[in-house]
């Protein structure tokens, strides 16, 4: 990654500061670091390769040296956002933004499993994870960590996976330059970020979920929590499954994951 092209081209966009680096354990804890120091708001920190890159739960995220796409955008939430409950639409923004891109410029059917995940035909090419620091009962900050599979080797051996995975460039057949897909990634976060508790941020999230309408379980790490049909992301980002009867079931981010039946 030639730094200095990247930066004379992230210089254009209304960002905070720009950390960027060829290689750091993880953007999400560097992007910590860069906060305690007075990161500005929309700071970003992003990375070639990540040696200890982190996914959800304490699990960990590969990302190979020019293949990939890694890195952490700093936000310092208003209060109105600022609470428990509304922390999954961050999560949201992310696989939104991701998905977008992947629809609109890439023209990829990318879609989005619930609460993370971007799916291109059915297989994962990014993950999103959030991190939230508190102050007390107060949000100090808001770490938006963003991991894509860009080029072919950028997806680890089967067996490190939990779920099937591929590369944008495997599923679309041709190359798909980094920088330039970073930079459409970033415009859609910017544009969507003030509006995230709106109806219309919801509704387009709603629009790219995956197995709508299909059966799908919630596992943890131990058990599955419930089972139904995927019917929708409600007004707080929560993933709405009915029951045989009708009834609905809300659920929100945390220890929990996303599978079709009989499938995984
Ligand atoms: C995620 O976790 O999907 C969140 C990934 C977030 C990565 C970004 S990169 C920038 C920022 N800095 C960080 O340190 N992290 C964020 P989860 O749903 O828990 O998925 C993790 C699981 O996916 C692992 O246990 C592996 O099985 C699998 N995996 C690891 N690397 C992968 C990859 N490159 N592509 C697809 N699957 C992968």
């Not at 890439?106 to 799916?119: C, M, R, S, T, Y």
């Not at 035909?121 to 770490?143: F, I, M, N, Y």
Request: charged share 20%; aromatic share 8%; net charge negative.
């Amino acid at each position: 990654m030639d730094i200095n092209i990247w930066k004379t081209r992230l210089e254009q966009l209304p960002l905070g500061d720009l950390y960027l680096h060829q290689e750091l354990g993880s953007t999400n804890v560097e992007a910590e670091a860069v906060i305690e120091q007075g990161a500005r708001p929309f700071s970003l920190v992003l990375v070639d390769s990540q040696t200890a890159g982190k996914g959800r739960q304490g699990r960990n995220w590969v990302t190979r040296k020019g293949k990939a796409l890694a890195f952490s955008w700093i936000l310092y939430p208003e209060p109105d956002l600022a609470h428990p409950e509304t922390l999954g639409l961050f999560s949201g923004l992310g696989a939104l933004a991701v998905a977008e891109v992947l629809n609109n410029v890439f023209q990829l059917p990318a879609e989005i499993k619930w609460p993370n995940d971007v799916l291109v035909e059915g297989k994962k090419v990014a993950g999103v994870l959030v991190d939230v620091h508190w102050a007390g009962s107060q949000l100090k900050d808001v770490v938006l960590g963003i991991g894509v599979n860009v080029a072919r080797g950028s997806v680890p051996d089967n067996d490190v996976l939990n779920f099937p995975a591929t590369s944008l460039e495997e599923a679309a057949g041709k190359q798909i330059p980094r920088l330039e897909l970073l930079v459409q990634i970033l415009e859609s976060l910017i544009n969507w970020y003030p509006r995230l508790s709106a109806p219309e941020f919801l509704q387009a999230w709603d629009s790219k979920l995956a197995y709508r309408g299909q059966m799908v379980k919630l596992v943890s790490s131990t058990n599955v929590i419930d089972q139904g049909i995927l019917n929708r992301i409600g007004e707080d980002g929560s993933l709405i499954l009915l029951s045989e009867d009708g009834k609905e079931r809300r659920y929100h981010t945390g220890e929990i994951q996303l599978r079709l039946v009989d499938r995984f």
